[in-house]
């Protein structure tokens, strides 16, 4: 079964280079950017603007290969890549909660951006805590790299 | 410029029909389903179980259009598609924050499933609230509904 999707626009970020990147939004505070939806799908956008963040998922367009386990920017041993927010995964979709700073016809300007220049956005959902907050949440490995995703920085292992 | 991906296994569930359904993991409490991820790809899940939720990407394939606006089952009035997580979308993607109850090879057990029975999934990603959980939320049109959404249920109008 294959199948078929078509980028519903592009980001726009700071970050020219898949190495020394923030890692995920966190680690991107005030960072700004611009999403550009194609304009004759820009009436999907109407009353985005009453929620602060959203939810952006995207297709990692420089990923060439799967892995099935990695060392993640956050970890020094191998992974399940499942486990991971790594780029390299059998489908590679990313996923950001960005905050939504304003919307001008078919552009976005959002602020948290940890998402590479040009990037092929699929889909926007409205971030609603009652449906995207569980409560009681363990992390796994994770638990240990606490408080570090705002200063870590991506390197060229992903490249 | 077109995307392709392949489902990296099938999710399970109760729900046979697309009305009915919780429409949300939060109106589906306790509701148990499985993952079933190929057999090829479960090298992808070490790590996974530490984790207490995870995020499935998946792929609505019983939609067959899109629209741009659509009446959410949350509300009465027309919404534009991005600000709802209706299925109807230009690119039919789905995501849902579920339990992970446990991993016995490649099949998850999940818990709080709203996810129709047979529904191709495309991504699994750890729930991370460093990540995923942004502070100081608004949530627009769907402010009203709030607490609503545990009791409310699909009905016909995206099929």
Known sequence: MEIKYHPIGTIHSPF????GMPI????????RGTVEIRPELAAGLKDL?????????????????????????MDVEMRGVFATRAPKRPNPLGLSVV???????????????????GTPLLDIKPYVPEFDQPTEVRVGWLERAKGRVRRQRSDERFR
Chains 1, 2 share one sequence.
Do not use: C, M
């Open 16 to 19: 020219k280079d898949i190495a």
């Open 24 to 31: 995920q939004p966190s680690g991107a505070s005030g960072v």
């Open 49 to 73: 603007e009453g929620f602060s963040h959203i939810i952006l998922l995207y297709h990692f367009h420089q990923v060439r290969e799967a892995r099935l386990e990695v060392v993640p920017f």
């Open 99 to 117: 905050r939504l700073v304003g919307i001008t016809g078919n552009i976005l300007e959002i602020e948290n951006v940890d998402v590479l220049d």
